[in-house]
Antibody, heavy 122, light 106 residues
């Protein structure tokens, strides 16, 4: 069974940092691109960042470029999101999601974690 | 960014047919996908590449469209289909989601 389990969320002050982790199991992690998607309270979904299967390529939405860093450790089957210079508007639930371009085509997210809540407030 | 516009909410009776629309501000070819999100849960992939049914998803769900106009159809609707449905495009950067359509059952 495919499982994605996020951790590391919580309350953080504006301007500070937080690192999210996503532990993957039930599939060969290093065969898949991975992504982070966020959802502000009572709002819709927003793609944040994607990393290629081997970590060689990363992509970000403009609002997080230079502040967020997506990375992965294939030996540990774990995805990360380092979030620096956090703003109140970054408050959201952050989901990790799996991509499989070869099976589904570009940009399809076929498995999702349960999410980690991040609240940016003083 | 490509804006995806969805109707905010729909209410239907069990057994009926419902069509949920998604209109893109520019062409996305057929790189449109649909997700279901139930309250308190993560999104779940239903349809990919406009019309392909994800494995394990009931055949009551179907998708169609290309270019700028897409639809998700549920026929017949069941009580368990109460959820918010999101479209998502991956043709243009950045990938974007619609605002979601909340489906309620009467």
């Amino acid at each position: 069974e495919v499982q994605l389990v996020e951790s590391g969320g919580g309350l953080v002050q504006p301007g500070r940092s937080m690192k999210l982790s996503c532990a993957a199991s039930g599939f060969t992690f290093n065969n898949y691109d991975m992504a982070w998607v966020c959802q502000a309270p009572k709002k819709g979904l927003e793609w944040v960042a994607t990393i290629s299967y081997d970590g060689s390529s990363t992509y970000y939405r403009d609002s997080v470029k230079g502040r967020f860093t997506i990375s992965r450790d294939n030996a540990k089957s774990t995805l990360y999101l380092q979030m620096d210079s956090l703003r109140s508007e970054d408050t959201a639930t952050y989901y990790c999601a799996r991509h499989s371009p070869e099976l589904y085509g570009e940009g399809v997210m076929d498995a999702w974690g349960q999410g980690a809540s991040v609240t940016v407030s003083s | 960014d490509t804006v995806l516009t969805q109707s905010p909410a729909l209410a239907v009776s069990p057994g009926e047919r419902v069509t949920i629309s998604c209109r893109a501000s520019e062409s996305v070819s057929t790189l449109m996908h649909w997700y279901q999100q139930k309250p308190g849960q993560q999104p779940k992939l239903l349809i990919y590449l406009a019309s392909n049914l994800e494995s394990g998803v009931p055949a009551r769900f179907s998708g169609s469209g290309s270019g700028t106009d897409f639809t998700l159809t549920i026929d017949p609707v069941e009580a368990d289909d109460t959820a918010t449905y999101y479209c998502q495009q991956s043709w243009n950067d950045p990938w974007t989601f619609g605002g979601g359509t909340k489906l309620e059952l009467k």
